[in-house]
Nanobody
């Protein structure tokens, strides 16, 4: 079993930055893929960024150049650095981890971009 806890969300003005963290506890020796998803009110959950065990990444087109996903394997933690935030980035952000063939999810953290 893997438990994921996100942190770092909040209210930020347009153009601001936030750094989300997602820490895994439990049996985490073989987390292969980390993902961040966002879900805005009334919309489907959307894949924002992913990072593989080898460090390769991919991003949603709308966040390329603004968001950066990174992982610290020693700390079993994944991060999402979010810069140049826009009101349309407002959503609940969830992290997910692929571990031994199963996906595990955090509880989500709210990001609100508003002046």
């Amino acid at each position: 079993q893997v438990q994921l806890v996100e942190s770092g969300g909040g209210l930020v003005q347009p153009g601001g930055s936030l750094r989300l963290s997602c820490a895994a506890s439990g049996s985490t020796d073989s987390i292969n893929i980390w993902r961040w998803y966002s879900q805005a009110p009334g919309k489907a959950r959307e894949l924002v960024a992913a990072i593989n065990r080898d460090g390769s990444t991919n991003y949603l087109d709308s966040v390329k150049g603004r968001f950066t996903i990174s992982r610290d394997n020693a700390k079993n933690t994944v991060y999402l650095q979010m810069n140049s935030l826009k009101p349309e980035d407002t959503a609940v952000y969830y992290c997910g981890a692929l571990y031994r063939g199963g996906w595990y999810w955090g509880q989500g953290t709210q990001v609100t971009v508003s002046s």
